[in-house]
């Protein structure tokens, strides 16, 4: 039942598709679109929850729809369902949000069709149950998520963004072909039935996991297959960047792990290795990358990479606890990373939508030329708050909970028997403390210089606070922020059944435990209570505000106001974005970013200011895809002398080819 309920929902967004090229110009398609989209996605979203809490076994169904032979199989499972239900929660936040952020669309007709069809096409991919509606349910996701971000196609930017998202999004899909063609074999038999029936090689195995890593890690924004994501997501409207943030890259979390935990049966011993190296290495750059940005979506946007490498180091660290035998070890550490997939998709989806608010009011992305707006978007401030602190793992919110946990795991790694891992994760472990501090550093610069402090701008002095429905879709991710947060024992049995359909495993039950603690392991080693934490938070803070307001003297008293050195009260004298940046750019800078600062001192007398201007490079974009794009373009020249050959040459190639291709399969084993 819950599967028929699914893909009548999505029948229906197909059905919202077609509605909004129709409507698409009139005043109230914005309306009538994100209403629809949020109705389908909360009917969505209650189904999922269902099949989840009550455990229930697949539910399989073929459509005779796609290849003649092998038909449309979709299936609803413990995973699957728990994806599904992230995927609709984000979509009805976005949905929410958009009833009032859509009003301020200056192209909507550009936007209305391909939403509903982007929404679609990511529950498509968490439902198929075969290698052909997987793949042409992915590429249905990339294509109408790209038609997203060109929507603002007049701007030269979006269409730099959409052109790089485009080429690594075919990168990504042509990788996954690979890895499902290999998986298949010479029978073709592409259901995910067969798949995990048949016992390929070692070897085979092997690479199959490397382009299951390239083709999800690219869509999820995986260090060095990173570089469209800052570029795509802030090109996107702001409720379309959250989905894309906070929702499409745990898409490719789930392809990731549908393939390498379910399809390819029992992992070997150095599986756990390049996921989490390559995850530990994308939490700490993207941290880096965001620090020293500028752009509010942007630096949102490479904290997402940070995430996404979180919750690939949990996965790798599930992997290798699963293959030495660990299953209470993989399930603690599996749990934290689906418990993170689940708290990032509101936190990042609550920041972008804080970033679309600013937008709106201000017309300004740029942090260095906002300030001050506390005052004039109070409400926009708070929620945007208990997001930076939940980005930032602190407590009593949820980004802490999932953090800890993943830390609980790493410290169990002494238990491994490899040599290798045993050096490896104490180095990730290492990694992740210091990407958990520069988080923190990093969302203390961003809320603090847009939203304290004076106004820098004019468009910051006039901002205004946002409407109803986006405080409203706002206010709720926070909501949900504070609850997984206090209470995270309820969401851990909740994921109980998914961790344990994955590793034969499941952490203790927790909602047993007393004062609503949760312990990972035992409690001995360790645990933790949000809700006392938060308690303890609310009466000390309630009681300093007493102690302040109530308990100090009444006595007027008048004084120069602390000038901090600067009696000029020019916003310009005020911390800067830069500034705040610069004793992290120094430490890491000249390695990471190769940075150069240049200062311009004006000689005696010279009445002109003095400047500083520093230079930062992407030495991944200039290491790894300029000598690619110029062996393309290398490559182009010198094949396109092959449209001026004769009649002959041409049948003389054809045939070299075909007899190649021949011998290919004549020697296929």
Known sequence: MTLIIALNCIAGLLAVTVLAVVIGRASVAAQIVYGASLIGSLILLFAAIGHLLGAADPVSMTLPLGLPWLGTHFRIDTLSSFFLAVVDLGIAAASLYALGYG????????????????????????????????????????????????????????????????????????????????????????????????????????????????????????????????LAHPAAPSHVSALMSGVMTKVAVYGFVRIVFDLLGEPAWWWGIPVLTIGAASAVMGVLYALMERDLKRIFAYSTIENVGLIFVALGLALS?????????????????????????????????????????????????????????????????????????????????????????????????????????????????????????????????????????????QAREVDRFSLAAMFACAAFCLIVGVLPGLFIDTLAPVVRSLVGARMPVQIGVEWLSIVPVAESRSSYNGLLVFFFIFMSGSLAAFAIH???????????????????????????????????????GTLVFRAREQVVMPKPGDPGPARMSVELRDLIWDMLYTPIAGAVMLTAERLNGLQFLSIRQYLSLVFAALVILLLVIASWP
Request: some cysteine.
């Open 103 to 230: 009003r301020h669309e200056q192209a909507p007709q550009r936007v209305l069709p391909f939403y509903p069809a982007f929404l679609a096409g990511m529950n498509l991919v968490v439902l198929a149950d075969d290698a052909f509606t997987f793949l042409i349910s992915w590429e249905f996701m990339s294509l109408s998520s790209w038609a997203l971000v060109m929507a603002h196609h007049r701007v030269r930017e979006n269409v730099h963004a959409g052109y790089v998202y485009l080429i690594m999004a075919s990168f990504g899909t042509l990788t996954l072909l690979l890895a499902f063609g290999l998986l298949a074999g010479p029978d073709g038999d592409y259901t995910f039935a067969a798949i995990r029936a048949a016992h390929p090689s070692a070897g085979l195995v092997a690479l199959v996991l490397i382009l299951a890593l390239i083709g999800a890690g690219s869509k999820a924004g995986l260090v060095p297959l990173h570089i469209w994501l800052p």
């Open 321 to 461: 606890f699963k293959a030495h035998g660990m299953p209470l070890a993989a399930a603690l550490a599996l749990t934290a990373g689906l418990l993170h997939v689940f708290n990032h998709s509101l936190f990042k989806s609550l920041l972008f939508f804080g970033a679309g608010a600013v937008l709106t009011a201000t017309g300004e992305r740029n942090i260095e030329r906002l300030g001050g707006l506390i005052h004039r978007m109070p409400q926009t401030a708070f929620v945007m708050l208990i997001g930076c602190i939940a980005v930032s793992a602190l407590p009593p919110f949820n980004g802490f909970v999932s953090e800890w946990l993943i830390f609980q795991a790493i410290l169990l790694s002494p238990q491994l028997p490899s040599w290798g891992l045993k050096f490896l994760v104490p180095a990730v472990g290492a990694l992740l403390a210091l990407s958990a501090a520069l988080a923190a550093a990093c969302f203390v610069r961003a809320f603090g210089i847009a939203f304290l402090g004076r106004p820098r701008t004019p468009a910051a002095e």
């Open 550 to 588: 109530r308990l100090a003297s009444d006595k007027l008293r008048r004084a120069p106001a602390w000038d901090c050195g600067y009696p000029d009260a020019s916003p310009a004298t005020q911390y800067t974005a830069s500034s705040f940046a610069q004793p992290i750019r120094r430490v890491f």
